[in-house]
């Protein structure tokens, strides 16, 4: 029986312990959604208010130059890039993740057309994120191509094999059940059959290692506000291996990727490699707010990295599933993401038949926050950054407590908001 003085010990002896302090953590809550909105870095205010108050309030349009701001997008980029595994110059933050998406799954159909235009399908799974799927599946009745969909990891080699298909399109770790794709493994299976592949880092990147170049993938696109703690809305990012990227103009060729955006030429010339998939004016005060984000996750460098990271992640999700398993049982729960780690990200999704919504409404009410995915998950994030064992502990009491005295029956839990 895991004891909460067990939990106490883990937590003393844990290296990564300091980090929790680089955030604002509110007082009575356990933050268990950073899957879906990182915590507040407490750098993050003072650094945008510098921005706001000197950078822009006082030197007003110098800052471009003065501040670097015109160097923002490509300055983040290699800071995201020492964390998914890409080199220098190889990856932008900008734009939001369906906009990148539009951007990369393009460039890919236009790439896979000129070298075998017999390849009409994208494949994805029918259980990806929506707003990718629905981007493909608006490029594909543009393109005049077909977007086919999977149910089970195992029938994407089968369609590989077909030989039709131009482009794998896949989020590495799934949003609803928190399953863990083999960025190699499917990266390799696919090139042996002619297809490229898009990868979604939205709830990998910063919550796992990722090895983008090593592992061959073609091209990736990620959220800067989920384990990058970048903020609400926070700008995302664009990577695209070198053998790829000056292939093709993207499509959104705005002037920002503009071989020379300040010579205002009336025709377009794309920029050399990852800058041309820039678009229009960056969100600079977003900007300042991911970069303060991202700094938070490299400040495990010097303890381990992302490695460090990961093992902490999945003891926090092995303690989890193991006191939902011993104290929170026999209430209809069920835990849907694997329990083996190499197929597991950084979360850990529970499913009840009848009162998921609720149980989570019921959990936040009581301080424990996580989050609903339509139509039975109850999902939990665990950032390891700032996420202790003893909160897992605490989460789990209080997710008891709720079941065995029936909480989630209280009508007010079962009232749907806008956000879920």
């Not at 678009?279 to 495990?300: H, I, K, N, Q, R």
Request: charged letters at 20%.
């Amino acid at each position: 029986m895991i004891t909460r003085q067990d939990c106490l010990a883990l937590d003393a002896s844990d290296p990564l312990a300091p980090l929790r302090e680089q955030f604002a953590l509110p007082a009575g809550t356990i933050y268990l959604d950073g899957n879906s909105l990182g915590v507040l870095p407490r750098a993050t205010p003072q650094r945008v208010a510098h921005m706001v108050q000197q950078e822009w309030g006082n030197d007003l349009i110098e800052s471009w130059n003065k501040a670097g701001w015109i160097d923002l997008p490509l300055r983040i980029g290699d800071k995201i890039a020492r964390l998914v595994g890409a080199d220098p110059g190889e990856l932008a933050a900008t734009d939001s993740t369906s906009v990148n998406l539009f951007k990369v799954l393009t460039a890919a159909l236009a790439i896979a057309k000129a070298d075998a235009p017999e390849r009409l399908v994208i494949l994805s799974e029918r259980g990806n994120f929506p707003t990718d799927l629905y981007i493909a599946e608006a490029l594909a009745r543009e393109r005049g191509c077909e977007l086919v969909l999977v149910d089970e990891p195992g029938e994407i080699d089968r369609q590989l094999a077909g030989g039709h298909v131009a482009v794998l399109m896949l989020t590495q770790v799934n949003y609803r059940s928190g399953r863990l794709h083999d960025m190699a493994a499917v990266t390799r299976a696919a090139h042996r059959h002619g297809t490229l592949v898009v990868w979604d880092l939205a709830h990998s990147a910063g919550a796992l290692p990722v090895s983008l170049k090593a592992d061959g993938a073609d091209f990736a696109v990620g959220c800067g506000y989920k384990y990058l703690n970048g903020g609400p809305g926070a700008p995302a990012f664009v990577w695209v291996h070198p053998r790829h990227a000056e292939r093709f103009w993207q499509p959104l060729a705005g002037w920002m990727g503009h071989a020379a955006p300040f010579e205002f030429t009336p025709n377009y010339r794309p920029a050399a490699g990852i800058s041309r998939y820039l678009c229009g004016t960056p969100p600079l005060l977003s900007m300042a707010a991911l970069e303060c984000g991202v700094d938070s996750v490299l400040a495990t460098e010097p303890l381990g990295g992302m490695a460090a990271l990961r093992r902490k992640s999945l003891a926090l999700t092995d303690l989890f599933i193991a006191l939902v398993e011993e104290r929170a049982a026999g209430h209809g729960l069920e835990v849907i993401t694997p329990r083996e780690h190499h197929l597991r990200g950084s979360q850990v999704a529970l499913s009840h038949p009848a009162g998921a919504y609720a149980i989570v409404q019921a959990l936040i009410a009581r301080g424990v926050v996580g989050d609903f995915r339509a139509p039975d998950v109850l999902r939990f994030g665990f950032t390891p950054l700032y996420l202790r064992h003893v909160d897992v502990w605490d989460a789990v009491e209080h997710l008891q407590q709720v079941m065995v005295n029936a909480e989630w029956h209280d009508v007010r839990f079962h009232r749907k908001a806008a956000v879920t």
